[in-house]
């Protein structure tokens, strides 16, 4: 699960992302590491790099960089993506 306070933003504004899920497989149950954050569209901008925590949750404010264009992207953590416009 991929969660995000807010579905747009401004170039340069910060918003809070979280989510849960983020183990590995069955067998050992481990969270997974160095998951990308990622807003894809046209192009692809890597937002930051996430462990989450031994119950596989995340946490963490991003800031959109500024030079992000205008326009529709998906926001991407592992194979979980959500809907993400950039105003």
Same mark, same amino acid.
Request: net charge negative; with cysteine.
């Given at each position: 699960m991929?969660?995000?306070?807010?579905?747009?933003? +401004?170039? =340069?504004?910060?918003?809070?992302?979280s =989510? /849960?899920?983020? $183990?590995? =497989?069955? &067998? /050992? =149950?481990?969270? $997974?590491? @160095?998951?990308?954050l990622? *807003?894809k569209g046209?192009d !692809?901008? &890597? $937002?930051? &790099?996430?462990?989450?925590?031994?119950?596989?949750?995340?946490? $963490? &404010?991003? !800031?959109?960089?500024? @030079?992000? +264009?205008?326009?529709?992207? @998906?926001? %991407? *953590? /592992? @194979?979980? +993506?959500?809907?993400?416009?950039? %105003?």
């Amino acid at each position: 699960m991929l969660n995000i306070n807010h579905h747009f933003a +401004k170039p =340069g504004q910060e918003i809070v992302v979280s =989510g /849960s899920g983020y $183990l590995e =497989g069955c &067998t /050992s =149950g481990a969270p $997974l590491t @160095d998951l990308e954050l990622t *807003l894809k569209g046209y192009d !692809k901008y &890597t $937002l930051a &790099t996430v462990q989450p925590d031994a119950q596989g949750e995340i946490n $963490l &404010t991003v !800031k959109i960089p500024k @030079d992000v +264009k205008i326009g529709n992207y @998906d926001m %991407r *953590l /592992s @194979d979980v +993506k959500v809907k993400f416009e950039v %105003r």
